[in-house]
């Protein structure tokens, strides 16, 4: 028994063209991190008076952090992802200094303050994402905190006792295991996905997959990259009130735009954002 011809005038299916402008993850080396805070430097000592506004805000941040380990330690986590959460998102009037730089133009301080507007569908996205993320981080914390502090929530002073008594490694070890996990699914997915939405105007779900493919490709690199960061903003925390942060937060605000710029290539002429 002999199969039917097939019909060969059915046209075969053709997935339609992808919205999103073809890009290229870039191959990148540890040098390339000190390129990146050497330009972000510049960005900040060209126009100081902008990036010591977000600076303030980073402060900001930090202070009421904390507040919130003196008077409720077991939320300080909680509070810690969310300015993790914030932090990409404050530092995008940041980027929008540095992307007005690299294309000529001149940054000012209230278009640092808009440059999300004409994004916000794709923020918004991002934003509710990150946020989902930052509750089940908070929770985790809390879990933690309640099996190994079974007669209650620890006060301020009791958490520092625990963390510096050698016998509870194993609250020590669940907290940084859940903590480092968290904040490495914010970093993967924010580290290239917020100035990349500021850049092409590109969908959340588009730039969160680059800002992944990224880590994925540079893991070494990337993984570095957030030590880095997170070194960084330690070091700046050692100052008094962590007053370092006024001129570390700008620093690697502007340096985290240009990893965006270095870390993906688009084609030549095609004509970035300009709003």
């Known amino acids: 028994m002999s199969l039917p011809p097939s019909d060969?005038?059915?046209?075969?299916?053709?997935?339609?063209?992808?919205?999103?402008?073809?890009?290229t993850i870039v191959?990148?080396?540890?040098s390339d991190l000190l390129h990146w805070l050497t330009l972000g430097w510049r960005d900040m000592a060209a126009h100081p008076g902008v990036s010591v506004f977000y600076g303030a805000s980073f402060w900001g941040m930090a202070l009421m952090l904390g507040v919130v380990f003196q008077s409720k330690p077991e939320y300080t986590m909680s509070i810690a992802s969310g300015c993790l959460l914030l932090g990409p998102f404050l530092a995008?009037?940041?980027?929008?200094?540095?992307?007005?730089?690299?294309?000529?133009?001149?940054?000012?301080?209230?278009?640092?303050?808009?440059?999300?507007?004409?994004?916000?569908?794709?923020?918004?996205?991002?934003?509710?994402?990150?946020?989902?993320?930052e509750l089940l981080w908070g929770?985790?914390?809390?879990?933690?905190?309640?099996?190994f502090f079974n007669t209650g929530m620890p006060s301020t002073?009791?958490?520092?006792?625990?963390?510096?008594?050698?016998?509870?490694?194993?609250?020590?070890?669940?907290y940084m295991i859940v903590g480092s996990a968290f904040a490495a699914i914010v970093f993967a997915?924010?580290?290239?996905?917020?100035?990349?939405?500021?850049?092409r105007d590109t969908d959340a779900i588009s730039a969160a997959i680059t800002s992944l493919e990224?880590?994925?490709?540079?893991?070494?690199?990337?993984?570095?990259?957030?030590?880095?960061?997170?070194?960084?903003?330690?070091?700046?925390?050692?100052?008094?009130?962590g007053a370092g942060l006024l001129l570390v937060g700008p620093v690697l605000g502007h340096a985290s735009w240009h990893a965006y710029r270095g870390a993906v290539r688009w084609p030549e002429g095609l004509q970035q954002d300009t709003h």
């Open 189 to 199: 997915i924010a580290v290239v996905s917020i100035p990349m939405i500021l850049d």
């Open 214 to 241: 990224v880590v994925f490709d540079n893991t070494a690199v990337m993984v570095l990259w957030g030590v880095t960061l997170s070194t960084l903003v330690a070091m700046a925390l050692i100052l008094p009130l």
């Open 92 to 133: 995008l009037g940041l980027y929008d200094v540095s992307r007005r730089r690299e294309q000529g133009l001149t940054p000012t301080f209230s278009s640092s303050l808009v440059c999300w507007r004409p994004h916000l569908r794709s923020m918004g996205m991002l934003v509710l994402v990150l946020i989902v993320l």
């Open 8 to 23: 060969t005038s059915a046209s075969s299916y053709v997935a339609p063209p992808s919205e999103v402008p073809p890009k």
């Open 139 to 147: 929770r985790a914390s809390l879990v933690v905190f309640a099996v």
């Open 157 to 174: 002073t009791g958490v520092i006792e625990a963390v510096f008594n050698p016998g509870n490694w194993e609250f020590i070890a669940a």
């Open 27 to 30: 191959a990148l080396r540890a």
